[in-house]
């Protein structure tokens, strides 16, 4: 029987998940720097939990500041099969309502400060983030959401759900808000970008739930978003997401790890560019954990 190990990135308002078997915080260090935190390591029954503050507990880290690239490295490196985001996020559209949960499918990135690929001078490589969120972690991640009592909202066949990433940290302008609801936006972050890109180049099957916290800054009927409003929401949302991530964990526990259909687990066969004879050994060597698979072979 194949384990999985599901790495859980927590967002704003979730920084520990407690009552969890064998938890310890373990220090992973990478050669991308460092994480934003420790990672709790816990059993629950037949999974592994990996979980990670995304902004470290005590919320220190801004979204431009998160590293990124040494979070998702050290998930892998924790062996993590699959990693889950719960992300707080301002809703674009009237159906969305504080509180609710949206299993987002796309993103449109607008981040512009940050280190967004793992590859580079001496090893460059393009994966495909076509279809960004793993469609079978974030059906399990919704089940456990909805089973844990929220409202979830999910992709229709034909229509996607999509997560506006901008820069931050300040909040957007009523113009930006109004431009995105016309792109036909759902709602809107600032972390899950370039996360789900790196996940994507370290064949990690990504997915995240997004808690709805406020109407950002459009809705005629609510006040602009700011951190208070935020908070309140995550105060009565937080047992909710993590009794989502304990339920998620109990269904995995009873099922058995396939590889996952999408093929995010061998996306590197086909996206690395730079024949074996011209990589820079330094760079491959970094490349240990998230592509050792395909580069030592
Ligand atoms: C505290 S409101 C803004 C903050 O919350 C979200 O973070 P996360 O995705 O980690 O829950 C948003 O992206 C901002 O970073
Ligand atoms: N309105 C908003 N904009 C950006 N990030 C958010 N996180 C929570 N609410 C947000």
């Known amino acids: 029987m194949s384990q999985w190990t599901i790495g859980v990135l927590g967002g704003s308002g979730l920084y520990e998940i407690d009552g969890l078997e064998n938890a310890q915080w373990v220090t992973i260090d990478t050669p991308w720097g460092a994480p934003s935190d420790d990672i709790l390591f816990a059993d629950y029954g037949n999974v592994r939990l990996r979980f990670l503050p995304r902004h470290g507990r005590g919320h220190v880290l801004s979204p431009s500041s998160v590293n990124y690239r040494a979070n998702i490295d050290a998930l892998k490196r924790a062996g993590c099969t699959d990693v889950l985001s719960i992300s707080a996020v301002g809703s674009l559209k009237n159906q969305y309502e504080p509180g609710h949960f949206v299993a987002v499918d796309q993103f449109i990135d607008r981040t512009f400060a940050r280190e967004k690929s793992f590859f580079g001078p001496g090893c460059v490589a393009h994966v495909s983030v076509a279809d960004p969120v793993c469609p079978r972690l974030s059906k399990l991640a919704a089940n456990a959401a909805e089973a844990a009592g929220a409202t979830v909202h999910r992709p229709a066949k034909d229509s996607h759900l999509t997560y506006l990433a901008m820069e931050g940290p300040q909040f957007s302008t009523k113009a930006e808000s109004a431009l995105y609801r016309q792109w036909g936006c759902d709602v809107i972050g600032m972390t899950n970008m370039p996360e789900a890109k790196l996940a994507r180049e370290a064949e990690l ?90 580069l030592n072979r």
């Open 205 to 294: 099957p990504y997915a995240t739930l997004a808690m709805v916290t406020d109407y950002d800054c459009w809705h005629p009927d609510h006040g602009s978003v700011d951190v208070a409003s935020v908070i309140a929401i995550l105060m009565q949302n937080a047992k909710t997401a993590s009794s989502a991530v304990k339920t998620l964990c109990e269904t995995l526990s009873k099922t058995d790890r396939t590889t996952c259909a999408a093929g995010i687990e061998t996306n590197l066969d086909v996206a690395i560019i730079t024949p074996p004879d011209a990589r820079d050994p330094k760079l491959v060597a970094k490349l240990d954990a998230v592509a050792g698979r395909v």
